[in-house]
C-alpha cells in the first residue's frame, strides 16, 4: 500500500512515543521507507536505538554529529519527505510550529519540508483543551496541516478524557487514506492563475489591487499534492510554492500573464483563473520618475489590458475544463453568470465582499460555485486549503 513512499516520522518528547515504535513497524511493514527525527525530550521516553533498528536507517537528533561533523540537513530531510508525520506531537511542539519557532531539528524539518506535515497530538487532557492549545491546532489546521485526532481515553496522568495519541493503526490507516485519495489528478496538467498583476506607471509606482494570491496558491498545492502537474502563472505575491509539482512562471503585468497562459493552455486539461488581474494599465509608462509638477490634479490615461481568461474562453476545446472567479460587491449572482457566460467558463467561483472573512488577503473565504446549467452550490467560510479542496472536487468531476 505505502510502496516507493518516504515517510519521515518526527518523535517528540511525550509518554506516547513508546506507541511510534509500533508505527515505525507497520509504515516500513506497509511498504514506505522511513526516517526519524527526534527532539531531545524524545530521546528520554524511547531510545534512538529501538527507532533506528525498526525504521532500518540512522536515527536525526542533531543538526550534526559531534564526533565527526556529520552535517545533518533539515533541508535534505525535508525534501526527501514525501509525508512528514510528528508523532507524538506535544502541546510545546504544537505551539511552537504555530508560532514558526525552529529550535531543534526537528522542528526546523517542519518550517522546510516540501510536503504534508500530519500531527499526532498527545497531552494530558487539561492541556488539550486549554484555549491557547485549541488556538495552536486551529491555526495548524487553517495552514493545511494533517491530523491524527487525538483519542480519548486514560492518560498517563492517571486523569480519563481526550490527550490520547492516535493508535499506530490509526494512524497507519490516515497514512494510507492519504495517499490513496492524494493521485486523484494524477497525469493532469493544470494552469493556474494567481495574484495581483501590477501595471507600471513609471520606474518607481503601479496600478494594482489587494490581491495577495492566497486562494490561487492553496488551488495549487492542494492540485499538486493529489498528483496533478501545475502551472502557476503569478503576479507578484510574498507566497513560495511549496510542491515540487508546481512550475512557477512569474509575471508582473497582465501582459505578461496573457502571453504564459495562452502559451501554456493549450497543453493543459484545465485551468483556474483566479488572478485578479488589472482590467487597465498606464497608456505611457514614463521611462523616468514623474515629478511634481505644481499643477492641483493630474490625470493617468489607462487603456484596456487584455482579458485573459476571454482569450482562453475562446481557444478552449471540448476537452479542457475552464474556471474562473468573480468577486463582487453587488448583483453577485447575475454578474457571475454573465462572466461565465462571456468568458466561457464552465463554473465559476463567486466570491462576495459582503461576506465577513471572504476575499482578499483572509486566510478564509465563503464561496458560492455556479454551474453552466445554472445550478449553484454555496459553501461555508472555511479557510482557503478547504475552499481548495471543493473547487478541486468540481474540477474533478467535470474532467471525469
Ligand atoms: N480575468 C482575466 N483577465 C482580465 C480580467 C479578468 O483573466 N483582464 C479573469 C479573472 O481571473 C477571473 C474572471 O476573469 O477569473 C473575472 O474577473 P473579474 O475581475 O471579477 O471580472 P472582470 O472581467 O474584470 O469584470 P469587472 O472587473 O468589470 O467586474
Avoid at 545533518?72 to 510550529?97: E, F, Q
Avoid at 515540487?244 to 493543459?268: D, G, R, T, W
Avoid at 476575499?359 to 478547504?386: A, H, M, Q
Wanted: proline share 4%; hydrophobic share 40%.
Amino acid at each position: 500500500m505505502l510502496n516507493g513512499k518516504k515517510i519521515l516520522v518526527g518523535i517528540t518528547g511525550g509518554i506516547s512515543a513508546y506507541k511510534t515504535a509500533s508505527l515505525i513497524r507497520l509504515l516500513v511493514k506497509a511498504g514506505a521507507e522511513v526516517k526519524a527525527v527526534m527532539s531531545g525530550a524524545a530521546k528520554e521516553f524511547v531510545s534512538p536505538l529501538t527507532i533506528a533498528t525498526l525504521s532500518k536507517n540512522p536515527v536525526y537528533t542533531d543538526f550534526f554529529n559531534p564526533e565527526n561533523g556529520e552535517w545533518h540537513s533539515h533541508v535534505k530531510l525535508g525534501i526527501w519527505a514525501d509525508l512528514y508525520i510528528i508523532a507524538p506531537a506535544t502541546a510545546n511542539t504544537i505551539a511552537k510550529i504555530a508560532h514558526g519557532i525552529a529550535d531543534n531539528l526537528l522542528l526546523t524539518t517542519v518550517l522546510s519540508a516540501r510536503c504534508k506535515v500530519m500531527v499526532a497530538p498527545a497531552m494530558d487532557l487539561d492541556m488539550y483543551q486549554n484555549a491557547v492549545t485549541q488556538q495552536n491546532i486551529a491555526t495548524l489546521r487553517n495552514r493545511g496541516f494533517l491530523f491524527s485526532e487525538a483519542q480519548e481515553g486514560e492518560l498517563a496522568s492517571g486523569l480519563s478524557g481526550k490527550g490520547r495519541m492516535a493508535e499506530p493503526e490509526d494512524i497507519l490507516q490516515n497514512v494510507e487514506q492519504y495517499f490513496a485519495q492524494n493521485q486523484d489528478f494524477k497525469g493532469r496538467k493544470i494552469l493556474i492563475t494567481a495574484g495581483p498583476t501590477r501595471e507600471k506607471i513609471d520606474p518607481v509606482r503601479f496600478v494594482s489591487n489587494y490581491s495577495t494570491g492566497k486562494m490561487g496558491y492553496a488551488i495549487a498545492e492542494c492540485l499538486a499534492e493529489r498528483g496533478a502537474e501545475v502551472i502557476l502563472v503569478s503576479g507578484p505575491v510574498d507566497l513560495k510554492p511549496r510542491h515540487s509539482n508546481i512550475n512557477l512562471v512569474s509575471v508582473e503585468s497582465a501582459k505578461e500573464m496573457y502571453q504564459a497562459c495562452v502559451e501554456h493552455f493549450p497543453k493543459c486539461h484545465a485551468a483556474i483563473m483566479s488572478a485578479a488581474v488589472a482590467d487597465y494599465a498606464p497608456k505611457i509608462i514614463a521611462p523616468k520618475k514623474i515629478k511634481k509638477n505644481g499643477e492641483s490634479e493630474m490625470t493617468l490615461t489607462l487603456v484596456p489590458n487584455p482579458d485573459i481568461a476571454a482569450a482562453l474562453g475562446k481557444i478552449k476545446t471540448e476537452n479542457q475544463v475552464f474556471a474562473g472567479f468573480a468577486l463582487e460587491t453587488e448583483n453577485e449572482f447575475a454578474n457571475a453568470q454573465k462572466k461565465l457566460e462571456s468568458k466561457n467558463f464552465d463554473f465559476i467561483v463567486l466570491n462576495s465582499l459582503k461576506d465577513r472573512g471572504a476575499g482578499f488577503g483572509y486566510d478564509t473565504n465563503k464561496i458560492s460555485i455556479v454551474f453552466r446549467n445554472g445550478n449553484t452550490e454555496n459553501f461555508d467560510l472555511k479557510p482557503k486549503t478547504e475552499v481548495a479542496k471543493d473547487i478541486a472536487q468540481c474540477l474533478l468531476q467535470l474532467l471525469k
